[in-house]
């Protein structure tokens, strides 16, 4: 009978791991062990190179947002069109100026713009998808119509310009190359045509103080030029889209404070203080003297022809309120209604009428 610390020793030695066994083992499997890594290699590099070609775009979208195209029309009046992006003379002087060697027809075919945009797109889809649940309540049912119908305008205002690129023989790359400089190429070249120019009188030359020219002809001449300034953004102010557009980090309702700032703190000061010297000014310049003395008459004319107007205002307004008070019984409210009385309301509401326009 085997002793305890034999039995030890025996249980030792067969938890042993003989590694020269396990290396020689290794060897004799290594056909198999390099058979299992290059299959496991190979099936990886299949599978990215089957997600790679899967991965690869083959059209192009870019999209452009036009307000005026939900009228159908330029700012200056012509008919617009999606094709117009597309034109002939458009794609060629963009495939001249990127140098592409393609010709015209195959380039302009794998061409196509359509009103759309991607997020209007997904709105729809929801919608329709709304619309198209027949268990839905009536109002809920109108209310989607409404919005889709709505969305639906909204999406004329936005284009997308598509690029075949196999049909087009380009790359990712340089389609979208191709489509930037078509876009902006048909914008340059509306520009150029006037379709884009609006008619809006403006001051062209900017505003310089001339040498010669005294106090009051300085104040004159910028408060003609700001109005004129003034004018301009009002009619910019009528275009849709145009409080979008930042120029010089500033908007249109920006300048149009920064006018009116100019006005209150610049030109106001200066007209007080430019009248406030017209005597002396006067007296240096007879041509000044002249003018302000003309001036002066007209607004004492202007002021005599006020006063004579509220007098017979005044006058006008105590007869009709005698008219109306005037009430002792109701039989002679009646007479007075029927006779003579109505014809001095009738001339007193037309002098009234008279000298409100």
Not at 139 to 150: G, I, K, R, S
Request: with cysteine.
């Amino acid at each position: 009978m085997k002793s305890a610390s034999e039995l030890n020793n025996t249980a030792h030695s067969s938890d042993e791991i003989n590694l020269s066994e396990l290396v020689l083992n290794l060897w004799r499997q290594r056909g198999l062990i390099v058979g299992v890594t290059l299959a496991i290699l190979l099936v990886a590099l299949i599978f990215h190179a089957y997600k790679a070609t899967f991965s690869v775009p083959t059209k192009v979208n870019y999209g452009v947002s036009l307000t005026f195209a939900e009228k159908g029309t330029y700012p200056n009046g012509s008919i617009f069109s999606p094709n117009d992006l597309v034109a002939n003379q458009v794609v060629k002087n963009t495939l001249e100026k990127l140098a592409i060697k393609k010709p015209v027809e195959v380039i302009k075919s794998a061409l196509s713009v359509n009103y759309s945009n991607s997020l209007l797109q997904q709105g729809e889809k929801k919608l329709a998808g709304i619309l198209a649940d027949t268990k839905n309540p009536t109002d809920v049912t109108l209310a989607t119509e409404n919005a889709l119908n709505n969305l639906r305008n909204r999406s004329k205002g936005f284009l997308t310009v598509s690029l075949d690129l196999q049909q087009a023989g380009l790359g990712v790359e340089p389609g979208r190359n191709l489509v930037v400089e078509l876009v902006e190429n048909w914008a340059n070249t509306s520009i150029e045509k006037g379709l884009t120019t609006t008619d809006i009188s403006r001051p062209f030359d900017e505003f310089k103080v001339k040498s010669n020219s005294s106090l009051i002809d300085s104040f004159e001449d910028a408060t003609s030029y700001l109005k004129g300034l003034k004018s301009a953004s009002s009619q910019l102010a009528s275009y849709d889209g145009v409080n979008t557009i930042i120029v010089n980090g500033k908007t249109l309702e920006d300048m149009r404070r920064s006018l009116a700032s100019t006005e209150n703190t610049d030109l106001t000061p200066l007209r007080a203080y430019a009248y406030a010297n017209s005597v002396l000014l006067g007296n240096d310049n007879p041509a000044i003297k002249i003018r302000l003395d003309s001036r002066e008459r007209l607004l004492k004319l202007e002021h005599r022809r006020l006063t004579q107007q509220l007098v017979v205002h005044n006058k006008i307004l105590d007869d009709l309120t005698k008219q109306t008070l005037n009430k002792d019984t109701i039989g002679k409210t009646s007479m007075r209604m029927s006779g003579s009385s109505p014809k001095c309301a009738v001339n007193s509401l037309r002098s009234l009428t008279f000298l409100a326009c």
